[in-house]
């Protein structure tokens, strides 16, 4: 189980800070053409989802492969399963739907990395 949660928290924490570092350094309206929510938001706001997704990318590998604040990799899968959980809302709202699965894959694994740390 410990060798399956491991290829869990660094696949997924590639693809958040992947995703991360993506929106906090490109402009706006370069994501815009791939990401029709940027539309919705301020460049700001896009910014600091990036940020926190980097953080949270981070916060899934670096605790516990440092033996550092381990609680923190459980904590950070939950605060990225609930930025997923509010990016299904904005696309439900959007009527964005093809999405969805996307967010919903990314937000299971989250959870399961969650319960499987705590």
Same mark, same amino acid.
């Given at each position: 189980?410990?060798?399956?949660?491991?290829?869990?928290?660094?696949?997924?924490?590639?693809?958040?800070?992947?995703?991360?570092?993506?929106?906090?350094?490109?402009?706006k309206e370069k994501l815009a053409?791939?990401?029709?929510?940027?539309?919705?938001?301020? =460049?700001?706001?896009?910014?600091? &989802?990036?940020?926190?997704?980097? %953080? @949270?990318? !981070?916060?899934?590998?670096?605790?516990?492969?440092?033996?550092?604040?381990t609680i923190l990799t459980p904590?950070?899968?939950?605060?990225?399963?609930?930025?997923?959980?509010?990016?299904?809302?904005?696309?439900?709202? =959007?009527?964005?739907?093809?999405? &969805?699965?996307?967010?919903?894959? %990314? @937000?299971? !694994?989250?959870?399961?990395i969650a319960i499987g740390r705590?």
């Amino acid at each position: 189980m410990n060798v399956f949660l491991w290829v869990l928290q660094i696949v997924l924490g590639v693809a958040f800070l992947g995703a991360g570092v993506m929106k906090s350094t490109q402009p706006k309206e370069k994501l815009a053409g791939n990401m029709t929510w940027v539309n919705r938001r301020s =460049a700001g706001t896009v910014k600091f &989802i990036g940020v926190m997704e980097i %953080l @949270g990318g !981070l916060g899934l590998i670096l605790p516990r492969a440092t033996g550092i604040a381990t609680i923190l990799t459980p904590l950070a899968a939950v605060g990225l399963a609930l930025v997923m959980v509010l990016a299904i809302g904005d696309h439900v709202r =959007a009527k964005e739907y093809p999405v &969805i699965p996307i967010n919903l894959v %990314l @937000g299971a !694994l989250a959870v399961v990395i969650a319960i499987g740390r705590f």
